[in-house]
Nanobody
Framework: QVQFVESGGGLVQPGGSLRLSCEASRSSPKIYDMGWYRQAPGKERELVAVITGAGRTNYADSVEGRFTISRDNAKNKVYLVYLQMDNLTPEDTATYFC?????????WGQGTQVTVSS
């Protein structure tokens, strides 16, 4: 099992910024792919951004140029992944879920709410 701690969500005005953080428990030196999905009410969960173990990144078209994913692999006990979100719009309102892939298994965080509203 993988334990997650997510933080950084909240209420922000359009045009504002938020930084999401995710800690995932770590039990080996291997670096796994990690990323973020989001799910808005009444909509399917969609991939927002992913960062591979090698550090390659990929973004949804809707967030390209506004969001930046990064990671810190230096800690022995946890993996850290961040999502810097700039120039937020009401369409970014959703619950954001951190995830990690361990072989064929995908593990999910509990989610953190992001609301963009004036």
């Amino acid at each position: 099992q993988v334990q997650f701690v997510e933080s950084g969500g909240g209420l922000v005005q359009p045009g504002g910024s938020l930084r999401l953080s995710c800690e995932a428990s770590r039990s080996s030196p291997k670096i796994y792919d990690m990323g973020w999905y989001r799910q808005a009410p009444g909509k399917e969960r969609e991939l927002v951004a992913v960062i591979t173990g090698a550090g390659r990144t990929n973004y949804a078209d809707s967030v390209e140029g506004r969001f930046t994913i990064s990671r810190d692999n230096a800690k022995n006990k946890v993996y850290l992944v961040y999502l810097q979100m700039d120039n937020l719009t009401p369409e970014d309102t959703a619950t954001y879920f951190c995830y990690t892939d361990r072989g064929a298994a995908r593990y999910w965080g509990q989610g953190t709410q992001v609301t963009v509203s004036s």
